[in-house]
């Protein structure tokens, strides 16, 4: 007979003991639910929005490496509304489903398939973020959704509060979460490595697409691949022209978020995780000129958090965290060497804290405190496996654990409780500028989702054209405007949009 280690015979003698622990009763009921997990099956999945950045996390959550894919997962169903673009992600993937479905509208592929799979996957352009994984989420369903969560605040919140009601698997796409970069801003911190922090500089050289464009009136042929219509989900109509899609939505209010919404889920949210961020109190934009349709070229968001609870080794006092993009990089603090660039693969954030400055780059990537000091601190953050490479299967990861009846599941490192909060941050720097022709700062009421101090009847507007040009030898200028409109009104579709075409969100679960 084979010899038991010591190690064996006690787990083995414990998990005896707790088995006699049980009444039959309740082994019978282990015993069914352990049958039915059985039978669960591989994790059904659906992907919308697959032939850009969805292409990476689907593959993410499939293969194990080059060509050898993981046995726990099958797409069941794949939706994208270009047909053309999203072709060689949508023939890949049949080969290796043979009985996935492929749709150009997921409001079809939701009504035929929503109810057979098990978890979703959006890579869609950010305005349908919000209706896609609201509905997901609202049936149950598991979600991983490419930053950022959501175009708004109020979005934010209703996936937050949804996604708490499901009880759910989720992650926001923002890989660098996963990484031991955000681990060690984090740490380095909490630790009072760098003394208490009230003033972080943060920026991105995005946007590398363009923005600052007056609302084109060429009408193009809306391609016979690509279903515009589903494209502008619940969006207000507009003529197709391809300025627009694939890729350069995110330099369009109406569908995007801009270099702000595009890049600060990357390169705020070590900020917002090490400073244990909430809600801000006030905020306040301005950028180059605030065009009616499209998104600036460069703009600059400060946004002031109050004091949060302290931690045991650093306090939490009032911060201001101020952005920029378009090229506009924070001055160098003190200290930093001569040509040494600030720019870590896009952007950046500086801690300035009483004993130290921290720098850190996009994703979380490569830490340094201005000191040259490397601190020694305690690792209390989760290590994901494969870091941010091992983001998408994490989340696999939480539905397993979920599925298998864990109640202490542990979530993924970008779950809803923690990036809706955060996208809120996001969100609210794109109202910030959008509402810099106010002239004032802008004071915020989280919890009621409200501004406070916007008098009742100013007004903004945004321009429609820049109309400089040189005439008769004379550089003549004539800026036109929209109407004004007001400010309160304004504000409030800002943070909670008008969804058209009969979309329609789920109400907002009750606390
Ligand atoms: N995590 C990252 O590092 C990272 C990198 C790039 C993009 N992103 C995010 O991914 C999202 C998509 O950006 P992208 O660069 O891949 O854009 P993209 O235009 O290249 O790809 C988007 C895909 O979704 C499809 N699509 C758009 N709307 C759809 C809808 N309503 N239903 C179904 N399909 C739809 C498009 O046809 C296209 O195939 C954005 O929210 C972006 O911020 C994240």
Redesign the pocket.
Known sequence: MKEMSRRSFLKAGTAATAALALTPSELLAKAKANKKNANLGKIKLLG??????????INGVTYKGKGEIYDDVEFIGM????QK??KG?LDEYQKLFPNMKVY???KKMYAELLDQADAVIC????H??AI?CAEALAAGKHVYC???LTRTVYESRLLTKLAAKAGVATQM???GSSGEGVNLTCEWIWNGEIGEVTRVDAFTDRPIWPQGLERPTEVHEIPST??WD??I?PAPKRPYNSIY??????GWWDF??GAL??MA??ILHPVFKALDLGYPIHAEGSSTPLMSDCCPSAQVVKLTYPARPNRPKVAMPEVVVTWSDGGIIPFRPDGLPVGKNLNISGGGAIFYGTKDTLVVGC?GESPYLLSGRVPNAPKVCRRVPGGPGGHQRDWIRAIKEIREGKKDWTRTASDFSEAGPFNEMVAMGVVATRLQGLNQTLDWDGENMKFTNIPENATVRAMLKDGFSIHDGHPTFNKTYTDPVNAREFAAELIKPNYQNGYVLPDMPKD
């Open positions: 919308v929005g697959v032939g850009g950045r969805g292409h990476a996390d939706c994208d509304v270009d673009y999203a992600v150009n509208d997921y890579g869609t352009a950010d349908t973020h896609i490419e930053k950022p796409g923002n890989q690509l279903n589903a494209f989900g899609h694939p890729w350069n939505f995110r995007g978020t919404g595009d889920c990357h994703y």
